[in-house]
C-alpha cells in the first residue's frame, strides 16, 4: 500500500468521534472519472477526482476499519447476508460513464490498494476512445476487483427520451455488455439520477437486480433495490472532507 504521503493531522483509531456507519449498512460513493483531463464529453470538471486524492480517501477509509466491497454485493448483502456483529463497516465506490481513464488510472489503484469497486458503462467505447473498450471491460472484469454495470447504450437520459427509446438504450446496453463478459450483470446506474415509475420497470425487465440514482432525498429504510442513493465525491475537496462525504449516513444502502 501507497504510503509515501503523509496527513495534516493524526487518524484515530476507534475514538468516539470518528465519523462512522451502523455495522448492518454500506455507503455507497458516485464519482466518474480519475485523472486530470477536465475535457472529457458529459463529464463536468466538478466530476473528476485526482488519481492522489482517491488513493488518499481509501488509505483513510482502510484506517478507519471500513470494508470495500462491489455495489451488486453490497446490495446482496442487505437483503439477504446481513454483515455478522462486530464485523467492518462497508463502503462501495461507484463509477459512472465508463471513461478509459477507469482502466489507465482506476484499475492500477484498485491494484495497488486492494480494493474492489464498480464500473457503470455505455456502449460508447465502441466508436469513442474516451471511454471503454470492449478488451479494456473484460479486463477489468477478469481483475476480480471491479464489477460491471449498465448504464445505458448512449448516456440516455431515460426521462427525456420516448418509452421505447429509454426501454431499447438500457436493454441494448446490458444485452451489448453481457456479450463482452459472458456473463449476467445485475447493477445499474440512472444517468444524471433520473427515473419514473416506466424506467424502473424497464430495468427491472431487463434483468437487473439492483439500481443506483443520485437522488438527494433520503429515504428511510428499508430502502428499494431500484432507489439506492450514493453520496457524490467532487473534485476539489481534500482528502479528509471526501472521507467524511463518504460516509455521511444520509446516503447509506
Not at 432525498?217 to 471526501?242: N, S
Request: positive net charge.
Amino acid at each position: 500500500m501507497n504510503t509515501e504521503w503523509t496527513l495534516p493531522f493524526r487518524v484515530p483509531h476507534r475514538t468516539w468521534w470518528w465519523p462512522r456507519l451502523p455495522k448492518e449498512r454500506a455507503a455507497v460513493c458516485m464519482l466518474h472519472s480519475v485523472g486530470n483531463d477536465l475535457s472529457l464529453p458529459d463529464c463536468p470538471p466538478n466530476n473528476a477526482i485526482e488519481p492522489e486524492n482517491l488513493r488518499r480517501v481509501i488509505e483513510l477509509l482502510h484506517r478507519a476499519d471500513y470494508a470495500f466491497t462491489t455495489f451488486g454485493a453490497a446490495f446482496a448483502d442487505e437483503q439477504g447476508r446481513r454483515q455478522t456483529e462486530g464485523g467492518p463497516r462497508r463502503i462501495c465506490l461507484t463509477f459512472d460513464d465508463g471513461f478509459v481513464d477507469n482502466y489507465t488510472n482506476l484499475l492500477p489503484i484498485l491494484r495497488e490498494m486492494g480494493v474492489p469497486a464498480t464500473v457503470f458503462s455505455t456502449n460508447r467505447g465502441e466508436r469513442d476512445a474516451h471511454f471503454l473498450s470492449a478488451e479494456q471491460l473484460r479486463t477489468l472484469d477478469r481483475s476480480g476487483l471491479v464489477e460491471i454495470g449498465g448504464h445505458t447504450a448512449n448516456h440516455c437520459c431515460l426521462l427525456h427520451a420516448d418509452k421505447p427509446t429509454a426501454r431499447r438504450e438500457i436493454v441494448t446496453n446490458k444485452q451489448w455488455l453481457e456479450s463482452i463478459l459472458g456473463h449476467p450483470i445485475v447493477s445499474f446506474a440512472y444517468p444524471r439520477g433520473e427515473y419514473d415509475a416506466e424506467i424502473v420497470r424497464f430495468v427491472q425487465e431487463a434483468g437487473y437486480k439492483c439500481a443506483a440514482t443520485m437522488e438527494k432525498r433520503q429515504r428511510k429504510p428499508p430502502v428499494d433495490a431500484f432507489h439506492v442513493h450514493r453520496q457524490i465525491l467532487p473534485r476539489g475537496k481534500t482528502p479528509y472532507e471526501l472521507y467524511l462525504l463518504a460516509t455521511r449516513e444520509k446516503y447509506r444502502i
